[in-house]
């Protein structure tokens, strides 16, 4: 334990293109909307995360919102880097320092990612002080935080929705076996709502309230057991122009998302048709895991459960199920040494 080991402060970011989260000291410290907004004359970041969210389709002409990252990798280089910088400095524990601490970082990237995109994530970490950088691929970070043990001669399978990605991977031996990503996945499913409501109810409604629409009463088939109740949703009237409000049920929505989930739904087949058969012996008998915020999605469990025949679990608290996996990566960081990408 050197001198500069008690200067380093250890943090594990799940950097999402919905939402980026962070841990320090075991606590989750950060857990933000992955959008930044800027002012379009001085180009100055004036807001990042919840702020920023707030204004998302609420600015004028000299106030613009980035989500900087894309299909869960960065796709705005300054506007990421600006905002992983903002949320590390508003780390309770890292404001109280006089100077900025080095940095032991572990950092999760979607697993269809490429060296560029890989590369891109550790130099905005070297910029804001990381001066150890471990990657760790998302499905591996999910069955982590899950709880399951990766290093196990045992197969395990894990379906993560995220905003941007829906990664799938068969992991055993603390490697992974086969894997998939599609980029349908949260965002998609927004997008899927504001088309159905142009097309249906000739509505025109913005992004959050989409978003919003998808978590009251998104659902992924027709006939939940406990449904929930109708929901009302203001927007413009494509025709007349005027604001105007329509009843909605989950009923409607599970039809909007029919293909996109079809989509998760082939792709977890074919990763299933690639998975070589001892490890598919392992899976029939644990199942499959699901974690990220897509996986909260009313009936969606059921529904890859009746594709698959197999039994699906859904990971406790979903959303951090990933954040937790890196954090624990983060600690143990000679046990998983292997699996963390330098």
């Known amino acids: 334990m050197g001198f500069f080991d008690f200067l380093t402060e250890e943090i594990a970011i799940d950097l999402g293109t919905a939402n980026t989260?962070?841990?320090?000291?075991?606590?989750?410290?950060?857990?933000?909307?992955?959008?930044?907004?800027?002012?379009?004359?001085?180009g100055k970041i004036i807001a990042v995360g919840k702020e920023a969210n707030m204004m998302q389709g609420k600015t004028h002409e000299n106030i613009k919102t980035i989500r900087p990252l894309k299909d869960g990798v960065i796709a705005d280089f300054d506007a990421s880097e600006k905002m992983i910088n903002m949320f590390i400095k508003n780390i309770p524990a890292l404001k109280k320092k006089w100077f900025p601490p080095a940095l032991r970082m572990v950092i999760c990237i979607p697993s269809g990612i490429t060296e560029v995109e890989m590369r891109a994530v550790k130099e905005?970490?070297?910029?804001?002080?990381?001066?150890?950088?471990?990657?760790?691929?998302?499905?591996?970070?999910?069955?982590?935080?899950?709880?399951?043990?990766?290093?196990?001669?045992?197969?395990?399978?894990?379906?993560?929705?995220?905003?941007?990605?829906?990664?799938?991977?068969?992991i055993a031996l603390?490697?992974?076996?086969?894997?998939?990503?599609?980029?349908?996945?949260?965002?998609?499913?927004?997008?899927?709502?504001?088309?159905?409501?142009?097309?249906?109810?000739?509505?025109?409604?913005?992004?959050?309230?989409?978003?919003?629409?998808?978590?009251?009463?998104?659902?992924a088939t027709e006939d939940l057991q406990t449904p929930p109740e109708d929901m009302s949703?203001?927007?413009?009237?494509?025709?007349?122009?005027?604001?105007k409000q329509v009843q909605v049920s989950y009923r409607e929505i599970a039809k909007a998302l029919d293909k996109?989930?079809?989509?998760?739904?082939?792709?977890?087949?074919?990763?299933?048709?690639?998975?070589?058969?001892?490890?598919?012996?392992?899976?029939?008998?644990?199942?499959?895991?699901?974690?990220?915020?897509?996986?909260?999605?009313?009936?969606l469990d059921r529904r890859l459960s009746?594709?698959?025949?197999?039994?699906?679990?859904?990971?406790?608290?979903p959303l951090r199920a990933v954040v937790r996996g890196t954090g624990i990566a983060l600690k143990n960081l000679e046990r998983y040494k292997s699996i963390l990408i330098k």
Do not use: W
Not at 284 to 292: D, M, Q, S, V
Not at 306 to 317: F, R
């Open 21 to 42: 989260l962070i841990i320090h000291n075991d606590k989750v410290v950060v857990d933000s909307p992955s959008i930044v907004a800027r002012d379009r004359i001085t």
């Open 124 to 170: 905005s970490a070297e910029r804001v002080n990381g001066k150890e950088v471990y990657l760790i691929h998302e499905p591996m970070a999910a069955a982590i935080g899950i709880g399951l043990d990766i290093m196990q001669p045992k197969g395990n399978m894990i379906v993560d929705i995220g905003g941007g990605t829906t990664e799938i991977a068969v």
């Open 174 to 219: 603390g490697g992974i076996v086969c894997d998939k990503s599609v980029k349908i996945a949260g965002d998609v499913f927004t997008n899927d709502i504001i088309y159905y409501m142009r097309t249906q109810h000739n509505l025109y409604v913005g992004e959050s309230t989409a978003e919003n629409i998808k978590i009251t009463i998104g659902s």
């Open 233 to 243: 949703v203001q927007g413009r009237d494509l025709l007349t122009g005027k604001p």
């Open 260 to 299: 996109s989930i079809l989509r998760v739904e082939d792709a977890v087949m074919e990763t299933l048709s690639q998975t070589p058969p001892e490890l598919a012996a392992d899976i029939y008998n644990t199942g499959i895991y699901l974690a990220g915020g897509g996986s909260m999605l009313r009936g």
């Open 306 to 317: 009746q594709k698959t025949d197999l039994p699906v679990y859904i990971a406790e608290d």
